[in-house]
């Protein structure tokens, strides 16, 4: 997953000095440390809030000087000075934002909730600021005559749009709304994402009968053990809702009864009537982006937001993901039938219910197929599986990865690497994170401490750039073994990272992973199919005590159980697909007597609506879905199931030369895709790869839904 940190500002270029005061904050010095990344040593969570208040202060100054500029507006001292103001800030918000996803305290939340307001307000003073867009669209309506190249003329163009987007046309009544819309939404998302992680982290299950541990891996109840342990609970076994813990437990434990304690618990996170509740906060964003979207001439947000897609529009997305989920529901109906049977053989008197499925598909996986997701993690040790990536990108882009023991961390625990070309030049600094903690929101994504870009002096910048997981961690006997699905989320994330890497534009707005929602998951997704192609498989399943590679016979179940489950996966990904559309495509406001059974009601109706079968729960159910709710991807999750039509059809065109890492296309996907940013509309940079627009079938073969 991709997180889009900067939307309320532009990426800028900062040129004020600073006063001697000022400079013992790092973020107001040049940054004297290996490759110019933030000095994490010297980073205190003191520095943020003067820092963000200072370097706002610092670009309003910039900004007054483009509108005092008394020249007539052009490309250079409009649109290129607006794009690279504001840098300190930029700086500063890529720090403190990534510190609030992966390092969190209350002290940072705390400062997240008193600056998100004012960030949202300097935004809004940008971009309704009534004499700058007069610049701009003076700028703009001359584009034609100006000589401008590709690049520059797609800033132009964005940058335009972008003021039209945000409300510059309004009158200063609507102007004056929106910006309580706006600050409010900062506000309450910030909250939604606070709340689900508070609550992931308040919960624990405490085992005090072993006999409850039956059917547990010999890993987690060791991990468990020690968490324990930590906890002043010797003797007993601890588990969580992050995923290392929780599911584990759902694939394995015997005992259904506390199954369907940690199913129930990981499903109602922000459900309960606690400090974490959060069904109030998500009708009232649903209703903020109603009223937004209808104030911007649209009927409800979806179809605002769905215009700067390249699916286009709601209908072309719900055509499509109406094609997927034909075939994805009837598959889960077989599969149900298989697992009830499975319940009936054993002499249970009992229907197959939702914390029952996961565990009696790997009883399935494991008699059909004879196999064990325990069994298979012993081959993907996480360095072993990292160094298998280093491998494969050297052999498709000949790029190296050198470690970097003396560049500052933000974590002891986090990896980082310089990434080189085959020349030895330097690409750009690499960090990952890898397993939970307590200060670390839930799932994997991709970030920046630095995009890459051109300076205003025309020096190349390189980026900085970071992944994060929760996967299994290590315990005292063994390393960090992970399961086949943490395996490929590792392989997601880092092309993810190779899209933010590889950036080859000048200006930062347009550069790396800041391309629309349903095209940039393209560049993850079709990684995950070398995760899965046997022969370079083989290359990195080593067994973490032998060395051995994994046998063929064990990689040919793998390959022929790569269907199995599909249907559930499939449709569990779409209920909140659906589950997204039916928030984004209201066009009455929840009542305020209703906001606390918004979300029920909606759920409710998203299930009789679609004929969705109640053995399968949402993937995110509404008060936990941060996507949707707290990320970038309202009446957007459908995205990652368009970039997988995406990302099957790419992922043919290697196939087709017969060489997974054939040379040509994979310069071609580079140049075509990993480099280009948004320099132009997406469905252009495809077809410049593929020669064509992408095809359905692909994807529907990728998850066996292709039925002869």
């Known amino acids: 997953?991709?997180?889009?940190?900067?939307?309320?500002?532009?990426?800028?270029?900062?040129?004020?000095?600073?006063?001697?005061?000022?400079?013992?904050?790092?973020?107001?010095?040049?940054?004297?440390?290996?490759?110019?990344?933030?000095p994490f040593d010297k980073i205190e969570n003191a520095h943020f809030e003067p820092a963000i208040l200072e370097s706002i202060l610092q670009q309003e100054a910039e900004i007054q000087a483009i509108i005092d500029n008394t020249a007539p507006p052009t490309f250079e001292n409009t649109i290129e000075a607006l794009e690279y103001s504001g840098e300190i800030l930029g700086n500063v918000l890529r720090v403190f934002y990534n510190f609030n996803s992966s390092l969190t305290s209350p002290e940072i939340q705390q400062i997240a909730q008193e600056m998100s307001p004012k960030l949202s307000n300097h935004s809004d003073n940008i971009r309704l600021n009534l004499d700058l867009y007069e610049r701009v669209k003076a700028v703009y309506e001359q584009k034609d005559d100006l000589g401008l190249n590709e690049e520059q003329m797609r800033l132009l163009t964005e940058t335009h749009k972008g003021f039209v987007r945000s409300g510059a046309d309004l009158p200063a009544d609507k102007q004056e709304r929106l910006r309580e819309i706006n600050s409010e939404l900062s506000s309450l998302t910030l909250q939604f994402g606070q709340n689900v992680l508070g609550e992931t982290n308040a919960f624990t299950m405490v085992v005090d009968n072993e006999e409850d541990l039956a059917g547990l891996p010999d890993s987690a109840i060791e991990g468990a053990a020690e968490l324990a342990a930590a906890e002043g609970l010797e003797g007993k076994w601890?588990?969580?809702?992050?995923?290392?813990?929780?599911?584990?437990?759902l694939?394995?434990?015997?005992?259904?009864?506390?199954?369907?304690?940690m199913q129930q618990a990981h499903i109602n996170r922000g459900n309960n009537d606690n400090e974490f509740n959060n069904r109030e906060i998500l009708a009232k964003i649903s209703n903020l982006r109603l009223e937004r979207a209808n104030m911007m001439g649209y009927n409800n947000h979806?179809?605002?937001?769905?215009?700067?897609?390249?699916?286009?529009?709601?209908?072309?997305?719900?055509?499509?993901?109406?094609?997927?989920?034909?075939?994805?529901?009837?598959?889960?109906?077989?599969?149900?039938r298989l697992l009830q049977d499975m319940i009936d053989a054993d002499g249970y008197d009992f229907s197959l219910e939702q914390w029952d499925w996961r565990y009696y598909a790997e009883r399935v996986r494991r008699e059909q197929y004879d196999l064990d997701e325990q069994e298979v993690r012993q081959y993907f040790e996480l360095n072993t599986v990292r160094d298998g990536i280093f491998m494969i990108v050297d052999k498709l882009w000949g790029l190296q990865f050198v470690e970097r023991p003396d560049v500052p961390k933000y974590h002891k625990d986090v990896q980082v690497f310089e990434v080189l070309e085959a020349d030895g030049s330097h690409v750009g600094i690499l960090y990952m994170d890898f397993h939970p903690r307590d200060s670390k929101r839930g799932g994997a994504w991709m970030s920046s401490y630095r995009s890459q870009r051109v300076d205003r002096d025309g020096r190349f910048i390189h980026p900085v750039i970071t992944i994060v997981c929760n996967f299994s961690p290590p315990t005292s006997t063994r390393p960090a073994l992970l399961t086949y699905d943490e395996m490929t989320t590792f392989f997601h994330e880092f092309g993810h990272a190779l899209h933010g890497l590889l950036s080859d534009l000048h200006y930062p707005s347009l550069a790396g992973t800041y391309v629309v929602r349903d095209f940039v998951e393209l560049p993850s997704q079709?990684?995950?199919?070398?995760?899965?192609?046997?022969?370079?498989?083989?290359t990195?399943?080593?067994?973490?005590?032998?060395?051995?590679?994994?046998?063929?016979?064990?990689?040919?179940?793998?390959?022929?159980?790569?269907?199995?489950?599909?249907?559930?996966?499939?449709?569990?990904?779409?209920?909140?697909?659906?589950l997204d559309m039916e928030y984004h495509t209201i066009t009455e406001l929840f009542d305020e007597g209703i906001l606390d059974e918004a979300s029920k009601i909606v759920e409710e109706q998203t299930i009789e609506k679609y004929?969705?079968?109640?053995?399968?729960?949402?993937?995110?159910?509404?008060?936990?879905?941060?996507?949707?709710?707290?990320?970038?991807?309202?009446?957007?999750?459908?995205?990652?199931?368009w970039s997988g039509l995406l990302d099957a059809d790419a992922y043919e065109a290697f196939r087709e030369t017969g060489d997974v890492y054939d040379q040509e296309t994979a310069r071609s996907f580079r140049e075509n895709i990993l480099e280009r940013g948004n320099i132009k509309d997406a469905m252009e940079m495809y077809v410049d790869f593929r020669g064509r627009e992408p095809a359905i079938e692909p994807l529907l073969r990728q998850r066996g839904l292709l039925r002869d």
């Open 1 to 38: 997953m991709k997180k889009y940190w900067f939307l309320m500002i532009l990426p800028a270029f900062f040129l004020a000095s600073c006063a001697p005061a000022e400079r013992e904050n790092p973020f107001f010095s040049d940054y004297d440390t290996p490759f110019g990344v933030p």
């Open 526 to 538: 079709i990684m995950e199919n070398w995760a899965n192609e046997p022969e370079v498989m083989k």
């Open 251 to 261: 694939y394995n434990a015997d005992n259904r009864e506390l199954r369907k304690k």
């Open 238 to 249: 601890v588990f969580t809702l992050h995923n290392p813990s929780v599911m584990p437990f």
């Open 540 to 578: 990195f399943a080593l067994h973490y005590e032998t060395g051995e590679p994994m046998p063929e016979s064990l990689m040919n179940r793998i390959v022929e159980s790569a269907h199995f489950n599909q249907g559930f996966a499939t449709v569990e990904f779409l209920m909140s697909t659906y």
């Open 302 to 336: 979806a179809a605002f937001s769905l215009e700067e897609t390249m699916a286009g529009n709601i209908e072309t997305v719900m055509n499509f993901v109406d094609e997927v989920w034909d075939p994805a529901i009837a598959l889960a109906k077989e599969e149900a």
């Open 611 to 641: 004929g969705m079968i109640p053995e399968i729960h949402y993937r995110w159910a509404s008060t936990n879905f941060n996507h949707i709710f707290s990320g970038g991807y309202a009446a957007g999750y459908y995205s990652y199931l």
